[in-house]
């Protein structure tokens, strides 16, 4: 079965400090999509970043850069700057082809940022 | 509508009865998506639709389950007999076309269903 592995269910940072979150995967196909998902308490999930399995290059926006090492199935998400407004519950996620249009969803893990 | 609109917000029930989600996704987006999330989990597939058709359904956890979208925009998750095990946020995105989920889907806000 396909997986997603996030191993650490909470994380705290202080604000204006930077933060990693890890995730990993488990897929026998070479071409994917990798996502971080960011839920706030109001639950409405906001797509953070995406990463196309095909490009070596790691993806960035803004304070929001990944660590994409293939080989190792291996996607951290690290928060440069963190702010009060990023505490929340972060998911990592992938679909493949084979996977039709589903994502398959890590269990997430809780941010807590500290003023 | 400018972003995914799902009623209720929260929904109380009680054990065997029938309940109706709906949401409403972005106008124009040809593909919706329904997943669950139990507490303490990440979301899971329920269904998929292209159009008004289910392209891929194979997440619904049993027939109790079903979900319509007759004409290719609001769509409605229907849930019969419920029960304690059925509590969950019920999540709905929606995308442009098939192929733009590769872009992320933009999401709901989600309907709590509470069953006691």
């Known amino acids: 079965a396909q997986t997603v592995t996030q191993s650490q269910p909470e994380m705290s940072v202080q604000e204006a400090e930077t933060v990693t979150l890890s995730c990993t995967y488990d897929?026998?196909?070479?071409?994917?999509?990798l996502f971080w998902y960011k839920q706030p308490p109001s639950r409405q999930m906001i797509l953070v970043i995406r990463q196309e399995a095909y490009k070596q290059q790691n993806a960035t926006e803004n304070r929001f850069s990944v660590n994409f090492q293939k080989a190792a199935k291996s996607f951290s998400l690290k928060i440069s700057d963190s702010q009060l407004g990023d505490a929340a519950m972060y998911f990592c996620a992938y679909r493949t082809p084979a996977s039709g249009s589903r994502l398959t969803f890590g269990e997430g893990t809780q941010l807590t940022v500290n003023p | 509508g400018a972003g995914v609109s799902q009623t209720p917000s929260n929904k109380v029930t009680e054990k065997g009865k029938y309940v109706e989600l709906r949401c409403d996704p972005i106008s124009g987006h040809t593909a919706l998506y329904w997943y669950r999330q139990s507490l303490g989990q990440g979301p899971e597939f329920l269904i998929y639709?292209?159009?008004?058709?289910?392209?891929?359904d194979s997440g619904l956890p049993n027939d109790r389950f079903f979900a319509v979208r007759p004409e290719g925009s609001v769509s409605t998750l229907k849930i019969q007999r419920t029960e304690r095990g059925d509590s969950a946020v019920y999540l709905c995105?929606?995308?442009?076309?098939?192929?733009?989920?590769?872009?992320?889907?933009?999401f709901g806000s989600g309907t709590r269903l509470t069953v006691v």
């Open positions: 639709f292209q159009g008004t058709g289910a392209a891929d």
């Open positions: 897929t026998s196909e070479s071409d994917y999509y």
């Open positions: 995105a929606s995308s442009l076309t098939y192929g733009a989920e590769n872009y992320g889907y933009t």
